[in-house]
């Protein structure tokens, strides 16, 4: 049997690591150089455990915010999206704030179907002083999301944690599509 299909929208704030998660989920043994901030947003493609994905990476710039509701809204739409993959800075504090104001937004749009799941990933881990998992999950509210999520703590940096949530991420992704339901 060949492999399933799968779109997903990688969002958050700029600065925040979205790119570099993104390319140590391509590349899990490769440190990550190079990434410079995106401009709008940048299409890729990439193959975990039968799935091939196909992913907006999106820039978190906020002149480009609005492309977050924009993209997800005409690509789930079209052909569906089977996740969404929010990434804070867990060592600004500050910016978590206004990246939760940012995640009610979408969640409020109602043309983003609740079938979706949110993977988050709480980057930077690495950095001393960082907010804890717990720090993170209570800033963005998630014990009262209304979805299915999970929260893992990463570093685009290191690598840690990142495959861990891509994993989980495809094992409902399957099931959704086995399912028929996305
Ligand atoms: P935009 O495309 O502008 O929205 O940003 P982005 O979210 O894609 O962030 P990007 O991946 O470009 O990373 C921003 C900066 O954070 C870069 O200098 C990265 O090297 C750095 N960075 C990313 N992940 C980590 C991490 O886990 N730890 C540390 N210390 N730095 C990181
Ligand atoms: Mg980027």
């Known amino acids: 049997m060949g492999n399933s299909s799968a779109k997903l929208l990688l969002i958050g704030l700029d600065n925040a690591g979205k790119s570099t998660i993104l390319a140590r989920i391509m590349e899990p043994d490769e440190s990550v150089n190079g990434i410079t901030p995106t401009i709008g947003y940048k299409k890729d493609k990439f193959t975990r455990d039968g799935v091939d994905y196909y ?29 969404i993959i929010f990434v804070v800075d867990s060592s600004d504090k500050m910016r978590i704030r206004v990246a939760k104001s940012e995640l009610d937004l979408i969640l409020e749009n109602r043309s983003i179907s609740n079938q979706i799941p949110f993977l988050f990933y709480a ?12 720090e993170v999950q209570d800033i963005l509210d998630l014990k009262n999301l209304k979805r299915e999520y999970q929260i893992v703590s990463c570093s685009g940096l290191t690598g840690k944690g990142v495959q861990e949530g891509i994993q989980w991420l495809t094992g409902l992704v399957k099931l959704m599509i086995e399912s028929g339901s996305r």
């Not at 992913?55 to 996740?83: C, P």
């Not at 980057?123 to 717990?134: M, R, S, V």
């Open 55 to 83: 992913v907006l990476d999106m820039s978190g710039e906020s002149k480009y915010r609005d492309l977050w509701q924009s993209n997800a809204t005409t690509i789930d739409d079209k052909d569906k999206i089977h996740g």
């Open 123 to 134: 980057n930077k881990c690495d950095i001393k002083g960082a907010c804890t998992l717990e």
